[in-house]
C-alpha cells in the first residue's frame, strides 16, 4: 500500500545463537540501544516503538514491548506495542511502525524484533512454533513446521521433480555465505554432497527433510529506527522503503495450492509494482529460507524460474554470491539463525546495512536496490519490502 515515503535511518543487530547469559530483555535493550547510537537519535525525539515477539510460552515474559523503554530514560511514557504474526512478527512490527507515521502519528519510531527460544527443549520450540499452524482440522493440528514443508518438498517431487539436490544446494550456499557473517548463529561450510546425503551428522528430521534443510533454534534480536523520508536529511545515513506490502492467505492448508505460494508471489509482484521494478533490477535478497524448500519455492515466487524449475536459479548462479541476484549473503534463517520475532528485523537491518555499504565481509558492492521477504506460517503471513539507498 503505497503511503507517505518512510527512511531507514539506524539499525542494531545483536550476535545470532545461543545466548545463554542473555535473558529477552537484555537482548531487546542491546539491540535498541544500538540502533539509537547507529541513528544518532535522540530518544527524546523517538514518538513510538513497537516489538516484534511471537514468545507463544518460549519465554515468560509475556508482556514484553515495554521492555524497549529501559534502552534510555527518555523513552519513559512512549506508546509501546508488541506485534505477532507467527514467523513475520518482526516485519508486522516494522509495518506497525512505518503506518504510524504515514497515519502522521509518529515522525519517528524505533522498531525491534526479538525472540529467546535455546532455553526451550527442541520438542518444546517445535510445539510452540507449531501454535501457528491450523488447528481446527485434526489432520493439520498434528503437523508441525518441518512436517508441513515436508508436505511441501513430497509434492514438489510429484508435481514436477525431486527438489532435493537443489534444496542440499541452497544450503550449502547460506552455510558459505554465512561465514562471513559475524553475527551468524553457524560458522561451518558444508558443501552441496553432505547436505544432500543422510547421515548421522545430517538424519532426517522429517522425511525427506533432513537436518540440513531447516532453520535453527537461536535467540537474537534486531531494530531499525524509522522516520518520515521528508525528515530524513539531518540523519547520517538513509534508506528508503520503496515499497511495503503485505498479504495473508488461509491459514488452512485446505483449499489452497502449498507449491503455488500464491500469498508469497502476491507479495512480491505488489512490492515490485509499487517501487516500479522487476527482478532483474534488485541487487540483492534476503526472503524467508524456513526450510530449504521454501527458499527455491520463493525463487518461483520472487519470478527468477518458472513454477516447478527453481532450480534454475541456482544452475545459472543467478542467487550465488558472486551472481546477479545473491539470495541470503546474510546465510538466510539456514545459517544466520531464525529467532522467530527478531527475523523480519534483522532483515531489514542488514539490507539498511548493505544499501549504505557497511555489511562488512558480506557486501555486495554497490548495492543500490533490495527484496526482502519475510513469512509467517505455510505462506500465511507475506511480507514483501523493496529497499533502495538513498545517502550512505
Known sequence: ??????????????????????????????????????????????????????????????????????????????????????????????????????????????????????????????????????????????????????????????????????????????????????????????????????????????????????????DGAAAVVLTAAEHAAPFAREVRIRAACQVNDFLPLRGRDLLAFEGPRRAISQAYADAGIGAGDLDFAEVHDCFTIAELLIYEAMGLAPAGQGRRALDDGTVLRDGSLPVNLSGGLKAKGHPVGATGVSMHALAFRQLTGRAGGIQRPGAELGLVFNMGGAAVANYASILQAARA
Do not use: W
Open 1 to 218: 500500500m503505497p503511503g507517505i515515503p518512510v527512511s531507514i535511518v539506524g539499525s542494531g543487530h545483536t550476535p545470532f545463537g545461543r545466548l545463554d547469559a542473555l535473558n529477552l530483555e537484555q537482548l531487546i535493550v542491546m539491540a535498541a540501544t544500538e540502533a539509537i547510537e547507529d541513528a544518532g537519535v535522540d530518544p527524546a525525539s523517538i514518538d513510538a516503538v513497537f516489538l516484534g515477539n511471537f514468545n507463544a510460552g518460549l519465554v515468560p515474559d509475556a508482556f514484553a514491548a515495554s521492555l524497549i523503554l529501559q534502552a534510555a530514560p527518555a523513552l519513559r511514557f512512549k506508546p509501546a506495542t508488541r506485534c505477532e504474526n507467527a514467523c513475520a512478527s518482526g516485519s508486522a512490527a516494522l509495518h506497525a511502525g512505518m503506518r504510524a507515521i504515514q497515519a502522521g502519528a509518529a515522525r519517528t519510531v524505533l522498531v525491534v524484533g526479538a525472540e529467546k527460544m535455546t532455553s526451550r527443549t527442541t520438542a518444546e520450540v517445535t510445539q510452540a512454533l507449531a501454535g501457528a499452524g491450523y488447528k481446527n482440522d485434526a489432520a493439520e493440528a498434528g503437523l508441525s513446521f518441518p512436517q508441513l514443508f515436508a508436505l511441501a518438498a513430497g509434492q514438489y517431487a510429484e508435481r514436477y521433480e525431486d527438489p532435493l539436490p537443489a534444496m542440499a544446494r541452497i544450503a550449502a550456499k547460506n552455510h558459505g555465505n554465512a561465514m562471513d557473517n559475524p553475527l551468524a548463529q553457524m560458522h561451518r561450510p558444508m558443501d552441496a554432497d553432505f547436505c544432500n546425503t543422510v547421515s548421522d551428522k545430517n538424519p532426517l528430521i522429517a522425511p525427506p527433510l533432513r537436518l540440513t534443510d531447516c532453520s535453527l533454534v537461536t
